[in-house]
Nanobody, 125 residues
Framework: QLVESGGGLVQAGGSLRLSCAAS??????????MGWFRRAPGKEREFVAA???????DYTDSVKGRFTISRVNARNTVYLSMNSLKPEDTAVYYC???????????????????WGQGTQVTVSS
């Protein structure tokens, strides 16, 4: 089970930190890449950021330099720190666990098999 938190309403230029806590899957959390995805109104779900077991990260171009993904394995938690938020960042944000141990921080939705319910992020102009 993945549970996201930390979403909300923020003005453009502001910051938020999303959290995703994992539990109950029977997996060793530290062995799996974790990703953040988002779905804006009227659009498909898209990749935002990912971090793998070794701490390697990947970001979509539109968030590079503004968002940071991190993980604390002792807490089975992955974070997404979002700075300099823009109205176009408005979306439901989902965390996900990759289905393969010791994989790369992948961008493909199909490589993730556990998903959270999502948390709404709204950025006002």
């Amino acid at each position: 089970q993945l549970v996201e938190s930390g979403g909300g309403l923020v003005q453009a230029g502001g910051s938020l930190r999303l959290s995703c806590a994992a539990s109950g899957s029977g997996r060793t959390f530290s062995a799996y890449a974790m990703g953040w995805f988002r779905r804006a109104p009227g659009k498909e779900r898209e990749f935002v950021a990912a971090i793998n077991w070794s701490g390697a990260t990947d970001y979509t171009d539109s968030v590079k330099g503004r968002f940071t993904i991190s993980r604390v394995n002792a807490r089975n938690t992955v974070y997404l720190s979002m700075n300099s938020l823009k109205p176009e960042d408005t979306a439901v944000y989902y965390c996900a666990s990759q289905g393969t141990r010791f994989g790369l921080p992948g961008r493909e939705l199909e490589s993730y098999d556990y998903w959270g319910q999502g948390t709404q992020v709204t950025v006002s102009s």
